[in-house]
């Protein structure tokens, strides 16, 4: 069966072509050896015909402009010197999404009808944690993504546009009119839609979503210092958990042309100190694990940022086979076949959803909540989209899961609990029977 035909929108690739260069002057990110952009280092800068267009002082990177293709080689005060190149961070051969009605779902009753195509809350246990009255209420939640809806009616009630904001030149964080699907939309949903009777329900239903767009609506491209910069905001805001459905594939051989071996040491140093900056504050930190089916314990010259990112709560993706058919075996947890994964890679595993069904058995219909469709399409991650709600695959649907129950842990707590106690509480609850190469310490659960 044709891939194309499937509709699936896998949410996260590897870069396989030279990314787009920014337009001259190239920007660069220095690295300082120190978690400061000292005086010297600038002068060195000015000296080597470099302008710094922002600081980011706390971890000590500056982003500068420079027309010089060697400038990377002339700041010896240096730690690292990379390219601040603006890449796709979500692949450009996505097919087409399923979509479910054309404009906003009518009222779907108080119980949020669409809440039954919604089996990643069963995964992980979500109506269990309501049900104990915890919805992750009042948690901050940092969605650095391609923007948000923020007319949506699920969406809206939850989002503090105050915070919102946008590091993408010429893009508002809010989206715009005419867009067919927005991932930052769908991630926002699964993690804090709102339980108002109409569409569907987040998984922690009571967080205060902040829309952080780092990444073009349109492509889906973004500069390394826009998510950089993001991760650093939503730590500056309070954000108590940032999720990234978002990653770069930086091949360590193999590739020259398109990332040198400046790049890639200068971006992981520069991620690893965003993300613990961001820990320190006491954020939880959660990113994609990826949807080119590595096996990251056996592929040493691949790095994939942030999931590889130090501190990063790294996630691959899960989905049952065939959920609503006779024949389903009651597994939600089974790895996704496109989703990366290694012990080395993985902390957890979440509800991404998967298209293989579909491959064994395409003609099949299923009904859930009213609507039938090919019963491989209910093996899809079901959630909000733009001015519309859409199924879709990917740990990019696997992220938001994570986060929402690292939310719910922080709800519990009344925020008062480290990120460092929060990642051990969802150790202890995660669904599994000891750590594999698939899911890590298991899939995600509330432990309701």
Known sequence: MNRGLLCALLTWGIITAPPTLAAEPQSWLVISASHNVPASLERQIAAAGGRVID????????????GDPDFGNKIPGAQFVARNLSVNWLPGNEDAVFFEEAGLAPNSGDDDAFLDMQ?????????????????????RVAVLDSGIDHDHPDLAPNLNATLSKSFVDGEDWRIGPGVYFNHGSHVAGTIGAADNGTGIIGVSPGVELVAIKVLSEHTGNGAFSGVIGGVLYAADIGARVINMSLGATLVRRGVPD??????????????????????????????????????????????????????????????PYGWLTAGWNGDYNGLASYSNFGF??????????????????????????????????????????????????????????ASAVAAIIIGENDGNITSQQVTAEMLRRADGTGRTAETGAGVVSTGY
């Open 55 to 66: 600081r980011f002082s706390a971890i000590g990177v500056a982003v500068v402009e420079s």
């Open 119 to 139: 089996w990643g809350h069963n995964a992980v246990r979500a109506q269990a944690a309501w049900a104990a009255g915890q919805t992750g209420q009042g948690v």
């Open 258 to 319: 398109v990332y040198n071996a400046q790049d890639v040491a200068g971006l992981s140093v520069a991620f690893n100190r965003a993300a613990m900056y961001a820990i320190g504050k006491g954020a939880v930190v959660i990113a994609s694990e990826g949807n080119s089916a590595i096996d990251k314990d056996h592929t040493a010259s691949v790095i994939t940022l942030p999931a590889d990112a130090t501190g990063v709560t790294s996630i691959s993706a899960t989905a």
């Open 344 to 401: 080395s890679a993985t902390q957890f595993g979440a509800p991404g959803g998967d298209y293989s069904y579909g491959f064994s058995d395409p003609g099949s219909l299923c009904t859930a909540a009213a609507r039938t469709r090919p019963c491989y399409v209910f093996d899809y991650v079901f959630s909000t989209g733009s001015q519309a709600y859409y199924w879709a695959v990917g740990t990019s649907m696997a992220a938001p899961h």
